[in-house]
């Protein structure tokens, strides 16, 4: 069954203090990989498409990589800004449906 | 580009009406999705449109639910009769491509009491 499943749920940083979010699939095939970001009241915004195993984007503050079962999203010096929900997508090479991870919740402290 | 305008942006009913969302894709936009979000079940696609034509509805939960899309410029999600458990936010998207690269309109916040 195609799955995707975000980590954490909720993370809380310093201004400046770097981490990575995680974003796990389980797909018969991989067709891309997406990262949007979310703020309150709002649609999701879309960050990067990610096609292959080794590919890494980089917007700003923000580098998304991936490898075959999973993408990180970095996130280098983070700014109060940056505080949103961010989701991770994928498409099956198969097929018509298209499916979103629950998010994570990203909270950066002044 | 105003980008992907929806209307209303809230609506609350009560159980039983009938419900219509609304949907402006960006010019030039080949592909229009419809998604619902709770914080149950994160983003679902209920039904997608290329070139105007229903392409999957497969994530449309029942017949309760319509989605039609008369022309290049605008869309309806319609929920005829509504039920508490629609309660969520509706998203429309649009896109020139298939792949994910969509952009998102701000969402209808229904509330069916």
């Known amino acids: 069954e195609d799955q995707v499943t975000q980590s954490p749920e909720a993370l809380r940083l310093q201004e400046g203090e770097s981490s990575s979010l995680n974003c796990s699939y389980t797909?018969?095939?991989?067709?891309?990989l997406f990262w949007y970001r979310q703020d309150p009241g709002k649609g999701p915004e879309f960050l990067f498409t990610l096609y292959s195993a080794g590919e890494e984007k980089e917007k700003e503050r923000l580098k998304a990589t991936l490898t075959k079962k999973e993408s990180f999203l970095h996130i280098t010096a983070p700014k109060p800004e940056d505080s949103a929900t961010y989701l991770c997508?994928?498409?099956?090479?198969?097929?018509?449906?298209?499916?979103f991870g629950t998010g994570t919740s990203l909270t950066v402290i002044p | 580009d105003a980008g992907v305008i929806q209307s209303p942006r809230h609506e609350v009913t009560e159980m039983g009406q009938e419900v219509t969302l609304r949907c402006k894709p960006i010019s030039g936009h080949d592909y229009l999705f419809w998604y619902r979000q709770t914080m149950m079940r994160g983003l679902e696609l209920l039904i997608y449109?290329?070139?105007?034509?229903?392409?999957?509805d497969s994530g449309m939960p029942e017949d309760r639910f319509s989605a039609k899309m008369p022309n290049a410029s605008f869309s309806t999600l319609k929920i005829q009769p509504s039920e508490p458990r629609d309660s969520a936010v509706y998203f429309c998207?649009?896109?020139?491509?298939?792949?994910?690269?969509?952009?998102f309109g701000s969402g209808t916040r229904l509330t069916v009491v």
């Open positions: 797909v018969s095939g991989l067709r891309g």
């Open positions: 997508a994928v498409e099956p090479n198969t097929g018509n449906q298209f499916y």
């Open positions: 449109f290329n070139n105007n034509v229903p392409i999957d």
């Open positions: 998207a649009s896109s020139r491509l298939r792949g994910g690269g969509y952009t």
